[in-house]
């Protein structure tokens, strides 16, 4: 079906695809706009392997003009499929629905983030839960400019609620100016602070200083340039001055800062590895000491009687926690490793804490008292991951938001007394919010290895029995779980009536340290394996076949789909890979790449090169048939830089036959934090129209009624 639906669109639209001849690929019967091979390679220990679009990583006129043709290129036929309509539909009514983020406490104040279909939501702040729909608006980002694609993406509260700081990413980019509001008169105070990045900044005490990450101002191109760790700087709001509070030792150390009235806590790491060194000192101190050295993954919650409290992998793959002694380095177990549960994170209350736990990639809370003693679950319901979980070390008061494939989930405020749950209360919902019903069911397979992959197979209510058009979604990488959780595009295919797939593979989070690392280096084939056994369960059990199944990802995702797409073609009717990792032998030589080798192996180490050309999917493109395949990235995509969507396109119009191979490259957009809702909107319609064409979805377009 997918291949005479393309063949139709060739002739249907044989006036748009007529580029300069030197475009065209004599084994398909696509035409792409011409890009120039270069006689460039990358050396492996002495085995030369070619790179002819290593010039799309510049940032010249001859990069833009290739933008420019594949966006030309591209458009017209995205704009043409018949399924976009539906999804244009069902997208607007999902973007437009209010969305309300988890509040938390600060003074006397309640805030929150809350959305009502602008670009970008707004900050509010209540002096009560009921006050909340009602709330004053604190900060609006969609005043910040006039295509809505300034984003504030940090806000924090000094401990009276007197002073904001906020950061402001400009076109999606990773980079961020700092700023600062008075809470009283809500004013600026005029500072401005850029090129800083990653880390929230925080409150010392009083309330008049905060940290951040000052880096260097790039020398060259601020997009792709390689930046290492930035030095950890307080800023005084009355002064306007600056000191250096911490030197990174080398250039791939990054930190996580905590702080109370009397301790300053940093945990620092080399890249993304495990091993974690704590720094500690007490305010008036002037310098940071050692205080736990190349420890197995600690992450800082509180300081507490003396101690700091932090979740540890220590030992523990699953997680624990441990309390060390600030002047001594002793340490003392506070929660044991569960036996199947994996610890997500620790919330502290005034007499006690909140375990996040994960269990067969499903979120539950637990609360304890200060000993680690657990009391009973709290009713967040099934089905479900933690969106939001805000509390105060001093305070029994705990803020809770809930997600779920089917909708954003509730909000709840509950009153804890140590282990002991006193008062629970679900916050009302915004009217208008939207819920997409679905059936979801865990679904087995085994790997290659024999090990059991676990999946959720979401379907509408309404779906009918036999085959149905599948979509997969997946990731597989960093740690990261694929729980239930909202995503629009993915609530958006549901309710347009396709079948979704959510797979849990390994080098995800789903079942801890050790899942994790069997997905990773010279592992990483196995995740791809874990997927293909997937696919062929789904195709076998007949909820779908290869002509219906699609297969989207994002990020690291992206790179599972351009591995899916190269090694297994015969498995997928389309597939988009969104903002990928797809040159493997060199992600590491842009901006923050550098930090992913621990996942991925360092492609300077000829042992690791070999491995990561076995799949890297810019350079195992071969001349044979591929299924139609939507690239899509930004152009201010500073994370995973867009020239590895660039060369991959490149090479699959150069060699691959079938298609089509289409690049959608968004402009002033990058990795996806902070898109306005009318990039987004135009996007997802995009991708999602795309695989329903190749698969066989009519989109439904009939929701159900607002809440």
């Not at 002037?286 to 409290?309: S, T």
């Not at 593979?505 to 280096?521: N, S, Y």
Request: charged fraction near 20%; include cysteine.
């Amino acid at each position: 079906m997918a291949a005479t639906r393309a063949g139709h669109h060739a002739l249907l639209l044989g006036s748009w695809i007529l580029p300069e001849l030197p475009g065209l690929n004599p084994r398909s019967c696509w035409m792409y706009p011409a890009a120039r091979r270069d006689e460039v390679n990358i050396d492996i220990a002495g085995r030369l392997v070619p790179d002819p679009y290593r010039w799309l990583e510049g940032d010249g006129a001859d990069v833009a003009l290739f933008i420019d043709q594949q966006n030309a290129h591209s458009r017209p036929y995205l704009e043409a499929l018949p399924e976009r309509k539906g999804f244009v539909e069902i997208l607007t009514r999902l973007l437009d629905a209010p969305v309300r983020g988890c509040p938390w406490r600060r003074g006397d104040w309640l805030f929150a983030w809350v959305n009502d279909g602008a670009d970008q939501p707004r900050l509010i702040r209540s002096a009560t839960v009921a006050g909340l729909e009602k709330a004053e608006t604190v900060l609006d980002p969609n005043l910040l400019s006039t295509d809505g694609k300034a984003a504030v993406v940090s806000a924090v509260v000094n401990d009276d609620a007197t002073l904001l700081v906020y950061a402001v990413a400009e076109g999606g980019s990773d980079w961020r100016t700092i700023r600062v509001l008075d809470l009283e008169t809500l004013t600026d105070l005029g500072h401005e602070i850029r090129w800083t990045k990653w880390n929230d900044p925080v409150w010392l005490p009083g309330g008049r200083s905060f940290t951040f990450l000052s880096y260097d101002e790039p020398s060259g191109n601020a997009l792709t340039e390689v930046s290492h760790t930035g030095t950890l700087t307080a800023f005084n709001v009355d002064s306007g001055e600056r000191s250096t509070l911490w030197l990174p030792p080398t250039e791939q150390t990054h930190g996580t800062q905590l702080r109370d009235n009397e301790w300053f806590v940093l945990a620092t790491s080399e890249r993304m590895e495990p091993e974690t060194q704590i720094w500690v000192r007490r305010h008036e101190e002037e310098q940071l000491r050692l205080l736990v050295d190349g420890a197995h993954e600690w992450w800082p919650v509180v300081v507490r009687d003396g101690e700091l409290i932090a979740v540890s992998y220590e030992d523990a793959p699953r997680g624990r926690a441990a309390a060390v002694n600030l002047d001594t380095g002793e340490t003392r177990e506070l929660l044991a490793q569960h036996p199947s549960r994996v610890l997500v994170g620790l919330e502290p209350t005034a007499a006690g804490y909140v375990a996040h736990y994960m269990e067969d990639a499903q979120c539950l809370l637990v609360p304890l008292d200060r000993r680690g003693n657990p009391g009973a679950e709290l009713p967040v319901g099934e089905a479900c991951s933690i969106s939001g979980l805000n509390s105060l070390p001093d305070s029994e008061e705990v803020f809770l938001a809930t997600s779920r494939f089917s909708d954003r989930g509730e909000r709840f405020v509950a009153r804890l007394r140590g282990a002991e749950l006193v008062s629970w209360e679900r916050i009302e919902p915004a009217p208008g919010a939207v819920n997409v019903p679905c059936r979801v069911e865990r679904f087995e397979v085994n790997s290659s290895d024999g090990a059991a992959v676990r999946s959720f197979i979401l379907r509408p209510t309404s779906a009918q029995a036999g085959p149905q058009p599948t979509l997969i979604w997946g990731y597989g990488g960093f740690n990261i779980p694929m729980v239930p959780e909202y995503r629009t595009v993915l609530s958006a295919w549901l309710a347009a009536g396709g079948t979704l797939v959510v797979a849990n593979l390994r080098g995800g989070g789903e079942f801890g340290d050790a899942w994790h690392a069997a997905g990773t280096r010279e592992r990483k084939q196995q995740v791809f394996d874990d997927l293909y056994a997937v696919a062929e369960g789904l195709i076998a059990r007949g909820v779908t076949t290869a002509h219906q199944l699609g297969l989207h990802g994002r990020s690291n995702g992206g790179l599972l789909v351009g591995a899916a797409l190269t090694q297994r073609p015969d498995l997928w009717a389309a597939a988009v890979p969104g903002v990928g990792v797809l040159d493997m032998l060199r992600f590491h030589k842009f901006t923050v790449g550098w930090a992913w080798t621990w996942d991925y192996g360092d492609p300077d180490d000829p042992a690791a090169a070999e491995y990561l050309l076995a799949y890297s999917p810019v350079h195992n493109v071969r001349p044979q048939r591929y299924p139609p395949t939507l690239i899509t990235t930004g152009d201010h995509d500073d994370r995973v830089v867009p020239a590895h969507s660039y060369k991959f396109a490149a090479q699959l119009q150069h060699l691959g036959e079938g298609g089509p191979f289409l690049l959608a490259v968004d402009t002033r957009v990058g990795h996806g934090q902070g898109k306005p809702k009318s990039a987004s909107l135009a996007e997802l319609a995009d991708q999602l129209a795309f695989l329903a064409h190749h698969t066989g979805l009519t989109p439904a377009t009939a929701l159900p009624s607002p809440q």
